[in-house]
């Protein structure tokens, strides 16, 4: 026979629960283990009917391994449910102090007879063992307990537990139980006969705290709301939108709410989808949260006029993109954003420069995709507004032709394509320093690369030159000091003068003329901003035009740019400008000439209006414009060397030879420098090949082959 332990709390709980089983709970019974349900009750520190639901849970937990519910246990006791019903109070205290908990099955609401009780592991351990259960105090409610309180039920709500009424029978039962708790009786004070707007904020207030959204949003009614528009009334939650969209709804008003912009997992035009948000403001959270505001509140840098701007550009983004509006409805809800921010200079400027509504939204998009990284795709971006309307067309060839206002004015520029789907539109410097003011010079796109020559990166030369060449360098290298360069422009400022400096340096091929802009550049201390006239032609009719202003427009940038850093001003250089600045052509002559006449005619007006320092390099000056000729200030011909000056190069690249062989060579040879120069570099190859540099004899022998045959023998091809 086993012997039975009679003097555990388990053997206690047997006994007990063998005779309460089918008993109904009648006093016969409950006298026959009287001893056993007072040790119970000590044991866990509770009175004895609360002993007897305890007892009744930890048996049958242990016989099914499941949850018990309350028709279990008036199943156990046969006893009828309803009058089990009348002890739920004592099955809440087994709960308060945690010696049972709820296990919640889903889609059923959070009340005691839809849902089973067990007891913890640790408890369950306690009673076998024969071990103490060590008791914990229940922990005082905070501000976030209670929240999350309110919210449980709200999501009990949106997971469909529960309708809409007993959703709010809950809530109102809740507040009701937290009545005392400073921020539900702070909210009901505020709204105490909307319990809609009461749910909103108690969902806001825990994301406040969190800092974070609660709840994720699936299904079709995902990205379509706000979350916590879903926790009201169904028949109000699309006027609620609208009223939150548009700034009239009473949290709004009453400065409680502010609008953020979150990604969703939409794409459009190759980027995520911004939909709109919500979150309390500042003001809310003090209104809110009373002494405990402090803890909430980020302590953000306050805004400029700048975030403010790039803030009210996604607002605008947003509702220029919106396809479920139609056309007139999308133009007035864009008036209304403009008119609510027209107190930021930005709006306020452009609608001086630009009457057209459509036009400024334009812009505006376009300056929002600019922001987020982007260019904007034409095609969309005229959809977007006129849909495939005849406007649609007309402004899309207008901007196609460079005709649109926008593109007139400076503001846009247009990227074409083969594929007119692809062609993209982007803001202009104009508009960046419209966004950025002072600032504009670190976000505008800085003149940079290969087309910069830093003036510490060119070698320093020594150069030839005939008397009257030298006396113009000398001169033109003063000219350019840039404390003289500044005296100057501001006296030719004063008496009405073009104040930019153009220089022309023409003459012979190889004599010198581009290697002394680098030197001058490098004496004077400027950078130089080299022009490849080979880039500025393009296969498109019309973008050589384009990319002519656009030289002079990134040079002005690179001006600005160099001022604002304390540096001299930058040299403009027109390499080889020999096409750039020839004779015209009659325009009868087709496309061509038309298009090359239309880029002199660019390139004349920008020299008038330079405002730096402009030179020009030609071998064909004869070829040369007369128009171009009264502009350029300074103009420096250059001539093959003298023989001093041959023998001056000779000498300086050629040292190992003696003075009599120098003096033969330059007698003998009629070379530019430039021709010195490749004579230099096949000895210096001679010496890496054979380990020796040439004697004289060899020398002449590479200076007779270093020019092809006499130029009068070999004219053929388009010469006239």
Same mark, same amino acid.
Not at 187 to 200: A, G, K, Q
Not at 387 to 403: A, N, Q, V
């Given at each position: 026979?086993?012997?039975?332990?009679?003097?555990?709390?388990?053997?206690?709980?047997?006994?007990?629960?063998?005779?309460?089983?089918?008993?109904?709970?009648?006093?016969?019974?409950?006298?026959?283990?009287?001893?056993?349900?007072? +040790?119970?009750?000590?044991?866990?520190?509770?009175?004895?009917?609360?002993?007897?639901?305890?007892?009744?849970?930890?048996?049958?937990?242990?016989?099914?391994?499941?949850?018990?519910?309350?028709?279990? =246990?008036?199943?156990?006791?046969?006893?009828?449910?309803?009058? =089990?019903?009348?002890? +739920?109070?004592?099955?809440?205290?087994?709960?308060?102090?945690?010696?049972?908990?709820?296990?919640?099955?889903?889609?059923?609401?959070?009340?005691?007879?839809?849902?089973?009780?067990?007891?913890?592991?640790?408890?369950?351990? *306690?009673?076998?063992?024969?071990?103490?259960?060590?008791?914990?105090?229940?922990?005082?409610?905070?501000?976030?307990?209670?929240?999350?309180?309110?919210?449980?039920?709200?999501?009990?709500?949106?997971?469909?537990?529960?309708?809409?009424?007993?959703?709010?029978?809950?809530?109102?039962?809740?507040?009701?139980?937290?009545?005392?708790?400073?921020?539900?009786?702070?909210?009901?004070?505020?709204?105490?006969?909307?319990?809609?707007? !009461?749910?909103?904020?108690?969902?806001?207030?825990?994301?406040?705290?969190?800092?974070?959204?609660?709840?994720?949003?699936?299904?079709?009614?995902?990205?379509?709301?706000?979350?916590?528009? !879903?926790?009201?009334?169904?028949?109000?939650?699309?006027?609620?939108?609208?009223?939150?969209?548009?700034?009239?709804?009473?949290?709004?008003?009453?400065?409680?709410?502010?609008?953020?912009?979150?990604?969703?997992?939409?794409?459009?035009?190759?980027?995520?989808?911004?939909?709109?948000?919500?979150?309390?403001?500042?003001?809310?959270?003090?209104?809110?949260?009373?002494?405990?505001?402090?803890?909430?509140?980020?302590?953000?840098?306050?805004?400029?006029?700048?975030?403010?701007?790039?803030?009210?550009?996604?607002?605008?983004?947003?509702?220029?993109?919106?396809?479920?509006?139609?056309?007139?409805?999308?133009?007035?809800?864009?008036?209304?954003?403009?008119?609510?921010?027209?107190?930021?200079?930005?709006?306020?400027?452009?609608?001086?420069?630009?009457?057209?509504?459509?036009?400024?939204?334009?812009?505006?998009?376009?300056?929002?995709?600019?922001?987020?990284?982007?260019?904007?795709?034409?095609?969309?971006?005229?959809?977007?507004?006129?849909?495939?309307?005849?406007?649609?067309?007309?402004?899309?060839?207008?901007?196609?032709?460079?005709?649109?206002?926008?593109?007139?004015?400076?503001?846009?520029?247009?990227?074409?394509?083969?594929?007119?789907?692809?062609?993209?539109?982007?803001?202009?410097?104009?508009?960046?320093?419209?966004?950025?003011?002072?600032?504009?010079? =670190?976000?505008?796109?800085?003149?940079?690369? !290969?087309?910069?020559?830093?003036?510490?990166?060119?070698?320093?030369?020594?150069?030839?030159?005939?008397?009257?060449?030298?006396?113009?360098?000398?001169?033109?290298?003063?000219?350019?000091?840039?404390?003289?360069?500044?005296?100057?422009?501001?006296?030719?400022?004063?008496?009405?003068?073009?104040?930019?400096?153009?220089?022309?340096?023409?003459?012979?091929?190889?004599?010198?003329?581009?290697?002394?802009?680098?030197?001058?550049?490098?004496?004077? *201390?400027?950078?130089?901003?080299?022009?490849?006239?080979?880039?500025?032609?393009?296969?498109?009719?019309?973008?050589?035009?384009?990319?002519?202003?656009?030289?002079?427009?990134? @040079?002005?940038?690179?001006?600005?740019?160099?001022?604002?850093?304390?540096?001299?001003?930058?040299?403009?250089?027109?390499?080889?400008?020999?096409?750039?600045?020839?004779?015209?052509?009659?325009?009868?002559?087709?496309?061509?000439?038309?298009?090359?006449?239309?880029?002199? *005619?660019?390139?004349?007006?920008?020299?008038?209006?330079?405002?730096?320092?402009?030179?020009?390099?030609?071998?064909?000056?004869?070829?040369?414009?007369?128009?171009?000729?009264?502009?350029?200030?300074?103009?420096?011909? @250059?001539?093959?060397?003298?023989?001093?000056?041959?023998?001056?190069?000779?000498?300086?690249?050629? *040292?190992?030879?003696?003075?009599?062989? =120098?003096?033969?060579?330059?007698?003998?040879?009629?070379?530019?420098?430039?021709?010195?120069?490749?004579?230099?570099?096949?000895?210096?190859?001679?010496?890496?090949?054979?380990?020796?540099?040439?004697?004289?004899?060899?020398?002449?022998?590479?200076?007779?082959?270093?020019?092809?045959?006499?130029?009068?023998?070999?004219?053929?091809?388009?010469?006239?």
């Amino acid at each position: 026979m086993i012997m039975k332990e009679t003097n555990t709390i388990l053997s206690a709980i047997i006994t007990a629960s063998e005779k309460m089983q089918g008993s109904k709970l009648e006093d016969s019974a409950l006298k026959e283990i009287e001893g056993e349900l007072t +040790r119970i009750a000590d044991y866990i520190e509770a009175d004895e009917m609360s002993a007897i639901f305890f007892t009744i849970i930890f048996v049958l937990q242990n016989q099914r391994q499941s949850t018990v519910s309350m028709h279990d =246990i008036a199943e156990f006791l046969d006893y009828s449910y309803l009058h =089990i019903l009348e002890y +739920r109070k004592k099955i809440d205290e087994l709960e308060k102090k945690n010696l049972i908990h709820m296990k919640e099955q889903r889609n059923v609401s959070h009340h005691a007879e839809n849902n089973g009780y067990e007891l913890s592991g640790t408890v369950m351990n *306690n009673v076998i063992d024969n071990e103490p259960i060590i008791f914990m105090e229940d922990e005082e409610k905070t501000t976030e307990s209670v929240l999350h309180e309110l919210t449980f039920i709200q999501s009990n709500y949106l997971e469909h537990v529960m309708n809409y009424n007993e959703y709010t029978r809950q809530l109102a039962t809740a507040e009701r139980k937290n009545a005392d708790f400073e921020v539900v009786k702070t909210i009901n004070n505020l709204f105490p006969d909307d319990l809609d707007t !009461r749910s909103i904020l108690y969902y806001l207030s825990l994301c406040t705290i969190l800092d974070t959204n609660l709840f994720e949003e699936e299904g079709r009614e995902s990205g379509r709301f706000p979350v916590f528009l !879903r926790l009201i009334s169904p028949r109000k939650k699309y006027a609620r939108r609208s009223a939150l969209y548009d700034d009239s709804d009473i949290l709004i008003k009453k400065n409680l709410l502010e609008r953020f912009y979150e990604e969703t997992n939409e794409y459009r035009r190759r980027r995520a989808v911004m939909k709109i948000n919500f979150k309390l403001s500042t003001n809310g959270i003090k209104k809110i949260f009373g002494n405990e505001a402090k803890l909430y509140i980020k302590k953000d840098l306050e805004k400029t006029e700048t975030d403010k701007t790039n803030e009210a550009l996604r607002d605008f983004s947003y509702a220029y993109e919106n396809d479920s509006e139609g056309k007139y409805t999308k133009l007035f809800n864009l008036r209304r954003i403009e008119n609510k921010y027209k107190a930021l200079s930005f709006f306020k400027t452009l609608q001086t420069v630009i009457s057209k509504d459509e036009y400024r939204f334009i812009v505006y998009d376009a300056t929002n995709d600019y922001l987020s990284g982007d260019k904007s795709n034409l095609p969309a971006t005229l959809n977007d507004i006129y849909g495939h309307t005849p406007d649609y067309f007309t402004e899309l060839r207008s901007f196609l032709d460079d005709k649109h206002e926008l593109v007139e004015k400076g503001l846009m520029e247009v990227e074409k394509s083969a594929n007119i789907e692809n062609t993209v539109v982007s803001v202009t410097n104009k508009i960046l320093e419209l966004l950025y003011g002072e600032n504009a010079d =670190i976000y505008i796109r800085s003149v940079t690369g !290969r087309n910069i020559i830093e003036n510490e990166k060119i070698k320093e030369k020594e150069l030839f030159y005939s008397d009257t060449v030298q006396q113009q360098i000398d001169m033109l290298r003063e000219s350019l000091e840039q404390k003289n360069l500044e005296a100057m422009q501001e006296r030719l400022s004063q008496k009405g003068l073009p104040k930019g400096v153009a220089v022309l340096l023409y003459g012979a091929p190889g004599t010198g003329k581009t290697e002394t802009v680098y030197q001058l550049a490098k004496k004077t *201390n400027h950078k130089i901003f080299h022009v490849d006239i080979a880039e500025s032609k393009s296969m498109w009719f019309g973008e050589s035009e384009k990319k002519i202003k656009k030289i002079f427009t990134d @040079y002005k940038v690179l001006c600005k740019s160099c001022k604002s850093h304390n540096e001299n001003t930058p040299i403009l250089l027109f390499n080889e400008a020999d096409a750039l600045i020839s004779k015209r052509r009659d325009v009868d002559s087709g496309n061509c000439a038309q298009t090359e006449n239309a880029i002199q *005619n660019i390139l004349l007006e920008e020299m008038e209006k330079l405002d730096g320092i402009m030179i020009a390099t030609t071998n064909l000056c004869k070829n040369m414009d007369k128009a171009f000729e009264r502009r350029f200030l300074f103009k420096v011909k @250059y001539e093959k060397p003298s023989l001093e000056a041959r023998e001056n190069i000779w000498r300086t690249k050629l *040292n190992t030879l003696g003075t009599e062989d =120098i003096s033969k060579l330059a007698k003998e040879f009629d070379f530019s420098g430039g021709e010195i120069d490749n004579i230099v570099r096949k000895c210096e190859m001679n010496e890496i090949i054979k380990g020796t540099q040439p004697g004289y004899e060899e020398i002449v022998e590479l200076c007779k082959t270093e020019r092809l045959e006499n130029a009068e023998e070999r004219r053929m091809g388009f010469c006239g």
